[in-house]
């Protein structure tokens, strides 16, 4: 969706931290999402984030959000082969309807 | 066996054929939800149904028409197919919300790839 916004492309060396932005317009969201899509499968929710947190850590990933600039991040450290995926972005305007962006297609490299 | 499963996996279709793409969850959800993904434009939602008898437009629904025939089914048609329709499409689930976090979590199926020639 063209109201969230993230880059294509992000190519990693396996052991790198791995960094995908996101930058989004509804600050009414409840919500912010990082959903993550192996190759020939459906999208999975990875992470979450409540709108009034400035920071969640679950394991390897860390959420940040900005809200004053409406970014948002995920943090994969110690990225593996098995993180090679693309990671959605999204914001709920709404509890029930997600608005999500293109997609950042990661490529984990050895 | 998979919550959520689409029907067909693959279809390869002629311009002007009527397509049918099924959906059916097995997860009790209330909610479902038709998606089409295009490389470098994300997941655009088509049609979303919150019950049987609720059905509302997506931001592009022109084109598609859908059927909730039970809780576990949503169906996604195409009446007339045309080439720029070619796509991913994915179904999706989601449970009722209320005071469970996150609300927005969507279940999705494994996709079904249609080819329009």
């Known amino acids: 969706g063209e109201d969230v916004e993230q880059s294509l492309f992000l190519s990693v060396r396996e052991g790198d931290s791995s960094v995908i932005n996101c930058t989004y317009t509804d600050s009414s969201s409840t919500y912010l999402y990082w959903y993550k899509q192996e190759p020939g499968a459906g999208l999975q929710l990875l992470t979450y984030i409540f709108s009034n947190m400035d920071m969640k850590q679950d394991q390897r990933l860390t959420v940040l959000l900005n809200k004053k600039d409406k970014h948002l991040s995920l943090r994969i450290a110690d990225t593996q082969t098995g993180d090679s995926a693309i990671y959605f972005c999204?914001?709920?305007?709404?509890?029930?309807?997600?608005?999500f962006g293109a997609g950042t297609t990661v490529t984990v490299r050895a | 066996d998979a919550d959520v499963t689409q029907t067909p996996r693959n279809r390869i279709t002629k311009t002007g054929k009527r397509i049918m793409l099924e959906c059916s969850q097995t997860?009790?959800?209330?909610?479902m939800y038709w998606y089409r993904q295009d490389p470098g434009l994300g997941l655009r939602l088509i049609y979303y149904s919150f019950d049987v008898k609720d059905i509302n437009k997506g931001e592009i629904s022109d084109g598609y028409s859908v059927s909730r025939q039970a809780q576990a089914k949503f169906s996604l048609s195409l009446e007339s197919a045309i080439p720029n329709q070619t796509a991913l499409y994915f179904c999706?689930?989601?449970?009722?919300?209320?005071?469970?976090?996150?609300?927005?979590?969507?279940?999705f199926g494994e996709g079904s790839r249609l080819t329009v020639l």
């Open positions: 999204a914001e709920s305007p709404n509890d029930y309807k997600l608005s």
């Open positions: 999706a689930t989601s449970d009722r919300g209320g005071d469970r976090a996150p609300t927005g979590e969507l279940f």
């Open positions: 997860k009790g959800h209330d909610r």
